[in-house]
């Protein structure tokens, strides 16, 4: 059951793990791969535990102001599932600690939007960014996006969907089509924007849309190449 234990543990990416015989408990420190016996009384504090697991994964305060900041959820939003709650505080945690460039390699039908959504929102809400632009090359990625996992945004009035190519500069996400925001050289209405306007760009089927190095629309993310990008 022990064994069984610290794996569902590795599995699920918890810190502490525990075991008992209902006299006491045996802790597994998952980072440290120790152990230590203690009684049924004495069983840590969350506030404890986050202590020791700030001090185990060196979390400063500027990074746990980030990665404090809760999910989303009400009814009728999926909750993430564990892996996707993996991939999401693995990228949150990689923004915080000052990373600029993040891939996510995700199956089909594993719930990437929901992923992308909990991910935008939490570096949002810290304050960690403030304008956000998601690039799809897909109508219909767009479209359901923002009726489905980004509606909470779209609810807010923070959100827009690029239809023309006069750009509006009020709102906080812009979703939009390569295309929208490409055209002739030195034309593209991306270009409406200074290379600083955004802060995180999200590329949704990133190996399509603009990963190799000649894409014509490459030079959209090359344009804001400051911002945070996660494919």
Known sequence: IVAEGEEYAKTVEVPFAYSSNGLGFVEHDMKNGTERNFSMAEFPTPEELWNRYKGNYDITESVEEVIKQPYFYREGINRPRYYQRIAINRT?????????RI?????TGTGKTCTAFQIIHRLYESKKVKKVLYLADRNILIDQTILNDFAPFNEKGILTKVKAKNLESQYD????????????????????FKPEFFDLIVVDECHRGSAKENSRWRKILDYFKDAIHIG
Not at 92 to 100: I, L, M, S, Y
Not at 103 to 107: D, I, N, P, R, S
Not at 185 to 191: P, S
């Open 103 to 107: 891939m996510l390699v995700m199956a």
């Open 92 to 100: 949150v945690e990689a923004v915080a600690r000052g990373q600029r």
């Open 173 to 192: 996400i812009y979703m939009s089509l390569y295309h929208q925001l490409s055209g002739d050289e030195d034309e593209e209405a991306f270009r409406q």
